[in-house]
């Protein structure tokens, strides 16, 4: 309650049965979220690509989080691409215009500012054949999910 | 307030952590806790969460022997564990939030209430029990040595829960069902919360009423118990009030960074109560916490 501010015998009680185990737990979690900050996507290989050179497109990070799920999430998303030699556009998966072309060249760098609720598909086109050189995926996750919802109003047990 | 666990609920919230890890979709209900999700709604679906993880808060504290030893205006700063867990199944459901207003919380949402236009759940009543105040004796500190033992209480009641855009009120009617006081207290709140980017930030308003039955209880002294130190006051009922902002961040899909400041205050009428310090409180914390 607002009368009683802090109460530092509870703070006591709580460590003396908990944190030894809340330690642990914590500590045992570190790794994995390192490497989840870590983590890029690499692309899948289409069309138009030799064995000895594929294509890929890769995103640094490959995902996006936002606190509740719904909410547009906001990400400055570095990517990186190789292919052959050739001319090549950077799309999201459905739009009409590219977020980026290059000219005759067999690599290239983006910062892409992604802003969006759903994840979305990035597309590495080349403009002559219209061909998918490398696709990757840009995740969109939430800390909390949204919740379940039932359509009745009143409720007894 | 950074800790809404009371020793005496503690066994019961061990008992029931393995029921809250059953289940991770997020559910809503608390104020504190829903205006930092940016919850737009309230839950009904079965399920829970549950985060752990540690803070670290100074502050002010405006009662006598809160902290024990605590003297008006001094600043205490501690670590302090942070503990957010939900459960809720078929309407029953417990919550506690260290940084809630409110402590450990059970109770049982009977109805929710939904926008004629998009079908959308905007509001929920809620039956709820939960303590409020907190024992005040000479086991707990020195400062209470010479006075009657003020017992903690535990109250019940309706809590009324509504969600509109950005915005949520609650606002709770609770009644003594622990024969500590047999008071009475209302309490209204407004909490709204904002998105920058990834950020989200929030703040709360709120104001509650207490009935001379608890304030009696607590804040004044009686001839039989008054000393030099403390001398005989009979507290009339009153308001308190709170004003807090903060803010909160996913640091990765399973981390969340919480950080907020937090003035709470009451009518000047209860400074007069020698157990009563100043007419405020103020605190700041941040914690670090993990969702399971």
Redesign the interface.
Known sequence: MELCAIRPRLLASIRRHICNALLVLLCAQVLPVSAQGDATITANNTANNTADKPANLQLKPGRCVALHQGQVCYQRVQLQWRAQVGNYCLYQKGARHPLHCWQNVDAGNYVYAFASDTSVQLQLIDTQTQAIVAQAELEVAWVYKANTRRKTQWRLF | ???G???RT?GFV?CNLFLLCVA?????GDLSSDVR???????????G?IE???GL?S?????AG???GNEKGEV?T?I??D?NARYQY??WFMELFSQS???FTIGY??????NAYN?D?NWALDWVALG???EMSAE??DDYRGLDTRRGDYMSGLRATAYYGNYIVQMHALTDISRTHYGELASLKLARYW?H??W?FHGIV?A?YRSQDITDY?FSIHADEASAKYPEYEAPPGW???MEVGA???L?????FRGYVRR???ESTFTASPLILDDH?D?IATAIS??F
């Not at chain 2, 919850?39 to 079965?46: I, K, T, V, W």
């Not at chain 2, 949402?109 to 939904?114: A, D, I, K, S, V």
């Not at chain 2, 990765?252 to 969340?256: H, I, P, Q």
């Open positions: 307030m950074v800790t666990l009371s020793a503690l061990c991770w979709n997020a559910v809503a999700k940016g919850a737009s709604g309230p839950d009904e679906g079965n399920g969460y752990a993880g540690a808060t502050y002010t504290s405006a009662i809160v902290p024990e205490h501690e302090f564990l503990v078929h309407g207003l409110e402590q949402n009977f109805y929710n209430g939904y079908n759940g409020q105040h907190d707990e500190a998105q980017r990834n989200n709120g509650t607590y308190s009030y709170v909160t961040y996913p990765s899909e399973k981390w969340v709470t205050g009451m409180g605190t993990y969702v």
